[in-house]
């Protein structure tokens, strides 16, 4: 579905409409972090999922084309699904993995993407694996409520700030 979603939405990275579709992914991480901070729980009943996750991924692909961004929907989704922490990891980082990968492809198609954005996405990856690395080590001296309580404070800033940057 992302794959899909991806393909069918690649020109909108670039299109005229881009800025509304930042926009929009800000409100969405923002409603997501709102979400987040006041703890409403997100479940998916199982019955659910054989048709949902493939509308889910074809949502994220046309997220992903229209602003470069994969986590929404796909990691509320995944969140709500329940699955057990290295699952939940394993499940994200494929989700993460095929985006990235479908927008490439989306990307070259479109004539977007060539060897020079190829290095700087490749030189990007050196400060992206500091980052983790960073965060890993503050998950494991923080406790888990204070970083989440973080994490999505700062879901939120960035939600607003796209929102504002790109209405305004």
Avoid: N
Wanted: glycine share 14%; hydrophobic share 55%.
């Amino acid at each position: 579905g992302i794959t899909l979603g991806t393909w069918a939405g690649a020109g909108l990275l670039a299109g005229a409409s881009s800025g509304q579709a930042a926009a929009a992914l800000g409100g969405a991480l923002a409603l997501y972090a709102v979400a987040g901070l006041v703890k409403l729980p997100l479940r998916v009943p199982p019955p659910a999922e054989s048709w949902l996750s493939p509308l889910v991924g074809v949502a994220t692909g046309v997220v992903t084309a229209a602003t470069g961004v994969f986590v929404v929907p796909a990691v509320p989704y995944l969140q709500a699904l329940e699955l057990e922490r290295d699952r939940l990891i394993q499940a994200l980082g494929l989700s993460f993995t095929v985006s990235t990968l479908a927008l490439a492809a989306g990307l070259a198609q479109h004539g977007l993407f060539d060897g020079t954005l190829a290095w700087g996405s490749l030189a990007s990856l050196l400060p992206a694996l500091a980052g983790m690395a960073l965060g890993q080590s503050l998950r494991q001296r923080v406790r888990a409520e204070v970083f989440r309580r973080c994490f999505f404070l700062g879901l939120l800033a960035l939600g607003l700030f796209l929102m504002l940057e790109h209405l305004g």
